[in-house]
């Protein structure tokens, strides 16, 4: 077997069996060696932003991660923003750069860059295979780690003359999974000391989103007074009907602040300390005072599940409690034009049950998080993390593939949209089921906001940086590669475009119209 | 002023005024104060890689550099892969990232990563602009070393807080160019005498293929046995009839390698050693070899078209020669299906003088460049020089609007144009004079040409790789984003459509469905 083929069948070995692809000449060998995998299923992008963005989505629904094939250093920085992405999802992404072959680098061919340094910005290993003696033993460090759950990126670099190199034999080590941390019976007594005590907020991150997770959250409220928020962005969380909704924080510091300021303690279980999304003038860059007791009992890759079940356990909390059901108006099927608020009703409305919700509708949707909440069959949610722009239709599509058959709702915007929108190439390849609503603005709105903020009077040119004119035909982009598409103008219409595209396998593309 | 209107000015009192933004919230004072900043044009791009693309594509034919507004590390990554192309070609480029703000950043929230990290991968300089009083000095070195026409990116990291922050009065310095290299006498001398003794080989690069620099060269083959090559891959290069259309290295290693065999001596001016574009086993990597005299003149930021004329004085070569006509068979129009044959012999039929031809086809252009040199009236050419995807259309459309009414044709590959297929928005938005003719084979045709040379037979995954099915409907891209566009199946077809989008202003589009 060469290094290619070793790599890859070490790779479905350790169970992870999806590669999604955008290679170059250096990595034609692993792409030969393709066909000689048995297991692995290879996803051509047309664009390593969406190779990194989809292996963020897959991993997220799959809980294993996925591979991505990228092209030396300048594929790997196009694919840098959705790791940065899945970075601070902590979602374990295995990427395989192809280098020029070792006996070559030394002579700087065009292409050559440096990787190590593009890889380190965003990935917790970086690992250069450099032998073919030891190349088993390196990849198996690497597939140890990043078979951790909350792992993040991590990077192989794979030399073209190992690729094509003889492999000795090799078996890789038997045991892959590197030990997770286990829940300290100190820092349980601590954090229900200050539940007990009353005045408690606790912010719920990581894997205490899961329906198990929620579950236990809601036998604490049962108990105490304690208070409860999930954090700004999740990477992944449960929800619909049933399930306890999370307050959100606000996005704004003044808010978030104002919303934590009345606690004696701030309980962390799967998220770091709260900080504002941007720093602005005068405003507070983190929420937690030094007047306030921070106990954090599991960081965003911490046994945050496990924490928040000891934590109810302790705490002799009830079991199967059913959780406060979230507020919200009776829904009924909504009409007239469509704005952020009947955009939310409409797929709040249409949203059947195991659906994946991708939501990079920035300005669009933030209704959408707690009315499908109230409303919704049970449903997972997928956030942007990271804030790097373009995760959205990569995501999806990656939740697809991993989702089997589950409907995925990628409600983007028209501004983020235009990032990645190759995904929809590879949507329509791999029949994925995923339904995109383009929340269309024609604006940056979010931009808008913030020259509000600024207190500055945008003048003529700065208003038309927040401008999308002319205004970008999503119909015809989508058309253009092979997804079938309309444009709705009021939100009947859209309620009827989403019914149809769950009742059809495959993609479709609707483009809102927003007023 | 503050920290953001004093960079703007800076700049604009420099020489650049022409800036290519994608902005977030972190850019906002940047954006707000376009509008106080007289002269400075902004371009709004809608995604990073098109404002770094056209960055370089400007800077080509303006001669000046362009400023490019990112938003922090992952708006930075994403313009990386056209950044390593302007590195490649040394071109001047600014990049103004705005980073959180300074008192902020210990929070590391959601969007901090490291951006020094990124941007020293691609740039020469990278600066954090720290200080109110420091500023303008800081900022004045800065400008000075990216007003060296061969610079290369350079980054200035701005914190919010030092944009929105009042900033001391303060001119910058008065000299703002850095000194360049000058020509060695010695140099000249020892290249003089390897030419006299016949047997050599001037390999051109830099700015050694501008109209002056040319026609030096084709004085020194009037006088001598001398054999000119340019380099692979030029940033810009003058071509069309009446010039000297120099051979170019081969792509392949055992054909250039090939090509410079029998030289006794290898002269370079404004390239470096001549390398292979990738390592293949059992070729070589470098092309010439230990026997062989290697004479550097100018590497490519060297002083490159000053030699070339030093040289043709030394030797006494006659002035105001004619060049060499290029062979070629007699130009007719051509008819039947499109192949990369008749379409080069299409674009060089209707190519105007003055045009501007940026070639990102590859495998469908390489007939293009002697092509239209035999045949075509003076024009200018670009090419991808580093070799990263993605080049072509932002180029044409920075190349655009630095060219002030030029006719850009824009040569692009159906693959490699989906990398950064946002251009065409920004030149619709602009009104840019631009031709695009999308080659399309519906393949990643060269990764084909790459499996078949690696010897393997590439299995049904492999090809499927290689292969752009769903095919790309490339008429409707366009028009979604506001791009006229046809398609056309034959040669004669794709003549009319060229000549017809010449003829009027603006942006068009046509897909060239190639046999």
Same mark, same amino acid.
């Given at each position: 077997?060469?290094?290619?083929?070793?790599?890859?069948?070490?790779?479905?070995?350790?169970?992870?069996?999806?590669?999604?692809?955008?290679?170059?000449?250096?990595?034609?060998?692993?792409?030969?060696?393709?066909?000689?995998?048995?297991?692995?299923?290879?996803?051509?992008?047309?664009?390593? $932003?969406?190779?990194?963005?989809?292996?963020?989505?897959?991993?997220?629904?799959?809980?294993?991660?996925?591979?991505?094939?990228?092209?030396?250093?300048?594929?790997?920085?196009?694919?840098?923003?959705?790791?940065?992405?899945?970075?601070?999802?902590?979602?374990?992404?295995?990427?395989?750069? $192809?280098?020029?072959?070792?006996?070559?680098?030394?002579?700087?061919?065009?292409?050559?860059?440096?990787?190590?340094?593009?890889?380190?910005?965003?990935?917790?290993?970086?690992?250069?295979?450099?032998?073919?003696?030891?190349?088993?033993?390196?990849?198996?460090?690497?597939?140890?780690?990043?078979?951790?759950?909350?792992?993040?990126?991590?990077?192989?670099?794979?030399?073209?003359?190992?690729?094509?190199?003889?492999?000795?034999?090799?078996?890789?080590?038997?045991?892959?999974?590197?030990?997770?941390?286990?829940?300290?019976?100190?820092?349980?007594?601590?954090?229900?000391?200050?539940?007990? $005590?009353?005045?408690?907020?606790?912010?719920?991150?990581?894997?205490?989103?899961?329906?198990?997770?929620?579950?236990?959250?809601?036998?604490?409220?049962?108990?105490?007074?304690?208070?409860?928020?999930?954090?700004?962005?999740?990477?992944?969380?449960?929800?619909?009907?049933?399930?306890?909704?999370?307050?959100?924080?606000?996005?704004?510091?003044?808010?978030?602040?104002?919303?934590?300021?009345?606690?004696?303690?701030?309980?962390?279980?799967?998220?770091?300390?709260?900080?504002?999304?941007?720093?602005?003038?005068?405003?507070?860059?983190?929420?937690?005072?030094?007047?306030?007791?921070?106990?954090?009992?599991?960081?965003?890759?911490?046994?945050?599940?496990?924490?928040?079940?000891?934590?109810?356990?302790?705490?002799?909390?009830?079991?199967?409690?059913? +959780?406060?059901?979230?507020?919200?108006?009776?829904?009924? +099927?909504?009409?007239?034009?469509?704005?952020?608020?009947?955009?939310?009703?409409?797929?709040?409305?249409?949203?059947?049950?195991?659906?994946?919700?991708?939501?990079?509708?920035?300005?669009?949707?933030?209704?959408?998080?707690?009315?499908?909440?109230?409303?919704?069959?049970?449903?997972?949610?997928?956030?942007?993390?990271?804030?790097?722009?373009?995760?959205?239709?990569?995501?999806?599509?990656?939740?697809?593939?991993?989702? $089997?058959?589950?409907?995925?709702?990628?409600?983007?915007?028209?501004?983020?949209?235009?990032?990645?929108?190759?995904?929809?190439?590879?949507?329509?390849?791999?029949?994925?089921?995923?339904?995109?609503?383009?929340?269309?603005?024609?604006?940056?709105?979010?931009?808008?906001?913030?020259?509000?903020?600024?207190?500055?009077?945008?003048?003529?040119?700065?208003?038309?940086?927040?401008?999308?004119?002319?205004?970008?035909?999503?119909?015809?982009?989508?058309?253009?590669?092979?997804?079938?598409?309309?444009?709705?103008?009021?939100?009947?219409?859209?309620?009827?475009?989403?019914?149809?595209?769950?009742?059809?396998?495959?993609?479709?593309?609707?483009?809102?119209?927003?007023?």
């Amino acid at each position: 077997m060469n290094g290619a083929e070793t790599v890859l069948r070490a790779a479905v070995d350790a169970g992870i069996t999806t590669c999604f692809a955008n290679p170059g000449t250096t990595e034609m060998p692993l792409v030969a060696a393709m066909d000689s995998t048995p297991g692995l299923r290879s996803v051509l992008c047309l664009f390593e $932003g969406v190779c990194t963005g989809a292996a963020d989505g897959y991993a997220r629904i799959a809980g294993v991660p996925a591979l991505t094939v990228l092209h030396l250093g300048p594929g790997l920085a196009n694919g840098i923003a959705n790791l940065h992405n899945a970075r601070r999802a902590h979602t374990p992404v295995l990427n395989l750069i $192809g280098e020029h072959a070792t006996w070559h680098r030394d002579a700087d061919p065009p292409l050559n860059s440096d990787i190590e340094a593009l890889a380190a910005t965003v990935c917790g290993r970086v690992t250069r295979l450099s032998e073919p003696t030891g190349l088993i033993d390196q990849f198996a460090d690497l597939l140890a780690f990043v078979r951790h759950p909350f792992a993040g990126p991590t990077t192989a670099i794979v030399p073209h003359d190992l690729q094509l190199a003889d492999i000795p034999d090799g078996r890789l080590p038997e045991q892959l999974v590197e030990s997770r941390e286990t829940v300290s019976a100190d820092l349980v007594d601590q954090a229900a000391a200050a539940v007990k $005590g009353g005045g408690a907020v606790l912010i719920l991150g990581g894997d205490a989103l899961t329906e198990r997770g929620l579950a236990a959250a809601a036998r604490i409220i049962a108990a105490t007074d304690v208070v409860v928020y999930g954090g700004g962005f999740p990477a992944r969380v449960e929800r619909g009907k049933g399930r306890l909704s999370p307050r959100r924080l606000p996005y704004f510091p003044e808010h978030a602040a104002a919303a934590l300021a009345r606690f004696k303690a701030v309980v962390l279980v799967g998220e770091p300390e709260p900080v504002s999304f941007f720093g602005y003038a005068g405003h507070p860059g983190r929420f937690v005072r030094d007047d306030q007791q921070m106990i954090t009992l599991a960081g965003p890759t911490g046994p945050a599940e496990a924490y928040v079940e000891a934590l109810a356990d302790h705490l002799g909390a009830p079991v199967d409690v059913t +959780p406060p059901a979230p507020r919200g108006p009776a829904q009924t +099927p909504p009409t007239g034009p469509i704005t952020p608020q009947t955009l939310a009703e409409a797929i709040a409305w249409v949203q059947p049950e195991g659906a994946i919700v991708v939501d990079e509708g920035a300005t669009s949707t933030g209704e959408l998080y707690f009315r499908s909440a109230a409303h919704s069959a049970p449903h997972t949610y997928l956030t942007i993390t990271g804030g790097a722009i373009g995760f959205g239709m990569p995501c999806a599509t990656g939740a697809a593939i991993a989702g $089997g058959g589950r409907r995925v709702l990628s409600l983007q915007a028209d501004g983020s949209a235009m990032y990645t929108l190759q995904a929809l190439w590879t949507q329509a390849r791999e029949g994925c089921d995923v339904t995109t609503v383009i929340c269309d603005n024609a604006a940056y709105r979010i931009l808008g906001v913030e020259l509000d903020r600024a207190g500055v009077s945008a003048g003529p040119t700065a208003a038309s940086m927040v401008s999308l004119m002319p205004r970008l035909d999503w119909v015809s982009l989508a058309r253009g590669m092979a997804v079938p598409a309309v444009a709705v103008d009021d939100v009947a219409s859209l309620i009827a475009a989403v019914s149809r595209s769950i009742a059809e396998p495959g993609p479709m593309l609707i483009q809102a119209r927003m007023v």
